[in-house]
Nanobody, 123 residues
Framework: QVQLVESGGGLVQAGDSLRLSCAAS????????MGWFRQAPGKEREFIAT????????YYADSVKGRFTISRDNAKNTVYLQMNSLKYEDTAVYYC????????????????WGQGTQVTVSS
């Protein structure tokens, strides 16, 4: 069992940056692949980024590639999502998730989820 708590969301203007954090507790954090997803109103939850156990592997959705960076600090049991050059269409609730499958991009690949943090980008 692992508990995930996201933080760092807020209201920003287009072009601004935000860094989301996801703190984990419970089983050994470094044994999980971590991912970030987002869900806008009326839309399905979509994959944003994933990072492997040691942080050596990362993979991004095309919509955020070059603007967002996922990282992790296993000593702090925390995964981060640095979001730069934010756009109006990035507005959503952002979720972190933990799972066992490498390079996982589907919602069903992840076992544990946080409660989400709202990111709102004004145009």
């Amino acid at each position: 069992q692992v508990q995930l708590v996201e933080s760092g969301g807020g209201l920003v203007q287009a072009g601004d940056s935000l860094r989301l954090s996801c703190a984990a507790s419970g089983r050994t954090f470094s044994s999980y692949v971590m991912g970030w997803f987002r869900q806008a109103p009326g839309k399905e939850r979509e994959f944003i980024a994933t990072i492997g156990w040691t942080g050596g592997f990362t993979y991004y959705a095309d919509s955020v590639k070059g603007r967002f960076t996922i990282s992790r600090d296993n000593a702090k049991n925390t995964v981060y999502l640095q979001m730069n050059s934010l756009k109006y269409e990035d507005t959503a609730v952002y979720y972190c998730a933990a799972g066992d499958a490498a390079a996982a991009v589907r919602v069903g690949d992840y076992t544990y989820w946080g409660q989400g943090t709202q990111v709102t980008v004004s145009s």
